[in-house]
């Protein structure tokens, strides 16, 4: 139809810390088809920063069904066939949502940039499970026609932050994770005793976490009584706004950590042998990456002598 809006899909469902990665990707998506209706499918834990980032004029949420749920892998179908998608930018590349890609068939399907057998823009890089994220994705959407990919930025995420914000100067300490990988975090006993010198020097602790990592915010703050709990208080954008104003973030390998980077503030994050920072670790010049094979190993020494200096008090 002549003069129809061009119709864009973009799909990343997570998890926190590959979602901020893909916020680069997102914007140059918006910026490369300016004129184009997009719309972004996630999942409902990052609707409001979707939303937010004015990368997309539309958020669909994807109750993710399981392979069992005919009803709702129905239901999908003909919500993307009746789109009537242009294009669709795969950011999430699973083996999920190149079924997604199966689901517009038969027939003609849109433009597709991902990993799906038979797409017509693959990012066709055998070695694409070797490169850290933002150069996979950067080097996927060069394939398809974008070639200016931004680093991921969050100067656009504001919150009311009124009670949240601790005095300054204050550090952000993210000891948490997710509950089935002890491995990837630092043990809390160091996280209380780096918040009690921390204290020593006039900069106060935060802990952000879930209201599952709250054992730890106790912890902490038993050892250093002017450590702040702020574990489940705080929305992403919450996180993103008191990144900005915190001297230091101090943290595991974990969602939270990519969003504090994000926002621009001093980050040392803490790698163990679980996870490889050459494929996922937060980047840029305000980034101190720190690993061990086993974080347990790591001393509070260690961490102490890591710490962004320009961003700690004499």
């Known amino acids: 139809m002549t003069g129809r809006r061009q119709r864009i899909l973009v799909i990343k469902l997570g998890a926190l810390g590959d979602f901020v990665q893909a916020l680069g990707p997102m914007a140059a998506i918006r910026r490369h088809h300016a004129a184009a209706h997009i719309v972004l499918l996630t999942t409902a834990g990052f609707a409001g920063l979707a939303r937010a980032s004015g990368y997309a ?4 949420l994807d109750d993710r069904p399981t392979l069992l749920a005919f009803a709702h892998w129905f239901s999908l179908r003909r919500r993307l066939r009746a ?6 930018y795969d950011l999430q590349t699973a083996e999920r949502t190149n079924w997604y890609y199966r689901l517009l ?6 433009e597709w940039s991902g990993i799906a057998p038979g797409c017509s823009h693959p990012h066709a890089n055998p070695a694409r499970n070797a490169m850290h994220t933002l150069d996979r994705q950067a080097e996927q959407l060069r394939m398809a026609g974008i070639a200016d990919v931004p680093p991921p930025d969050l100067s656009w995420a504001r919150a009311e932050i009124s009670g949240l914000r601790p005095p300054a100067p204050y550090a952000l300490l993210v000891p948490g994770g997710a509950a089935h990988r002890p491995e990837k975090r630092w043990p809390v006993e160091r996280y209380a005793a780096l ?21 730890l915010a106790r912890t902490i703050r038993a050892a250093c009584a002017t450590a ?20 230091m973030a101090i943290g595991n390998d974990t ?17 163990s042998a679980a996870s490889d920072p050459a494929l996922c670790a937060p980047r840029g010049g305000n980034i101190t990456i ?3 094979d086993r974080l347990a190993a790591l001393t509070l020494e260690a961490v102490l002598a890591a710490l962004p200096t320009h961003a700690t008090p004499a």
């Open 255 to 271: 969602g939270p950590m990519h969003l504090i980077a994000a926002a621009g503030c001093p980050a040392l994050v803490l790698f």
């Open 195 to 215: 918040a009690q010198v921390l204290a020593t020097r006039g900069v106060t602790s935060a802990v952000l976490g879930t209201g599952a990592e709250r054992p």
């Open 290 to 292: 720190l690993r061990r």
């Open 83 to 88: 789109a009537r998608f242009d294009r669709v």
């Open 105 to 110: 068939g038969p027939g003609p399907r849109p």
């Open 228 to 247: 702040w709990d702020l574990t489940a208080r705080t929305s992403l954008e919450q996180i993103a706004t008191l990144a900005r104003g915190a001297a």
């Open 57 to 60: 004029d539309e958020v669909w």
